[in-house]
């Protein structure tokens, strides 16, 4: 099988993101559109309906190092949210979140987001009260 | 390490290691036979000129049915490359053909800096400034070429 190169997989990540061709609950691209390194990415979240989450836009950045997409992103919160696989400045839990714990290579950021979006969403959840809306880190 | 590599990748890497077209370097990394390390003398004549500019090269699993994917990796101020080394060129695209090569694919790209195409453009504001002000346009390709490709 061909491995495809760090570089080659975000730059298919970053077609998909700018044609709009994924999910429409979550939204993803380069932070800096001239970052020829493309490891600063901006995510957004629209909150899960029938949820303390419903109506709400969470923005988040994602951070592809060098070890991308053989390592996980490095994932945060900019909106606060409370969630047990956040943790208290926003960071998405490594241990506490299953996408990023069990990593596979063919995983994406939408993979990440709309997982997310399905944690918020869970029965366990959905129903956590939340800080107030627009509030950041 | 070359197991399972298609007999027509290994072919074209040898030939492109023995006998390399004129300005043109692919390397294959050790660890993956399919990704290539490129570096492009930008043509004499041409506002690159004397810039040695480096590129990336993938061959994904249903090459040659599909084109390789190609990026450069050095800055370069061109109406049909854009600010992420992202190439216009219709071979890479709809273009494509199998009996293309690596080595045409390359040259290609060579030619295609030393011959812009403002109206089919990536980079939009450059090409524009290419239509407007070829002069300048050429002028900051020669500046981007000294800051960045001569390293």
């Known amino acids: 099988m061909s491995k495809i190169p760090r570089n080659f997989k975000l730059l298919e990540e970053l077609e998909k993101g700018e044609k709009g061709l994924g999910a429409e609950s979550i939204s993803y691209g380069l932070s800096n559109q001239d970052d020829i390194t493309m490891t600063n990415w901006n995510g957004t979240i629209l909150g899960p309906p029938h949820s303390t989450h419903e109506n709400r836009i969470y923005s988040l950045t994602i951070i592809c190092d060098e070890s991308y997409p053989d390592k996980p992103p490095s994932v945060k919160f900019i909106s606060k949210i409370n969630l047990p696989c956040v943790g208290p400045l926003g960071q998405v839990l490594v241990d506490q979140f299953d996408t990023l714990k069990n990593w596979k290579r063919s995983y994406t950021m939408e993979t990440v987001l709309l997982e997310l979006r399905k944690c918020m969403a869970a029965p366990a959840n959905k129903k956590l009260p939340q800080p107030a809306e627009g509030s950041t880190y | ?151």
């Open chain 2, 1 to 151: 390490m070359a197991a399972g590599l298609p007999k027509r990748i290994l072919k074209e890497t040898e030939r492109l290691m023995a006998d390399s077209p004129p300005g043109i370097s692919a390397l294959p990394h050790e660890n993956n036979l399919r990704y290539f390390d490129v570096k492009i003398n930008g043509p004499g004549g041409s506002p690159y000129e004397g810039g040695v500019f480096k590129a990336e090269l993938f061959l994904p699993e249903d090459y040659p049915m599909a084109p390789p994917k190609v990026r450069f990796l050095t800055k370069i101020y061109h109406p049909n490359i854009d600010k992420l080394g992202r190439i216009c060129l219709d071979i890479l695209k709809n273009k494509w053909s199998p009996a293309l090569q690596i080595r045409t694919v390359l040259l290609s790209i060579q030619a295609l800096l030393g011959a812009p195409n403002p109206d089919d453009p990536l980079a939009n504001d450059v090409a524009q400034h290419w239509k407007d002000d070829e002069k300048g346009a050429i002028g900051v390709a020669r500046e981007w070429t000294e800051k960045f490709a001569k390293a």
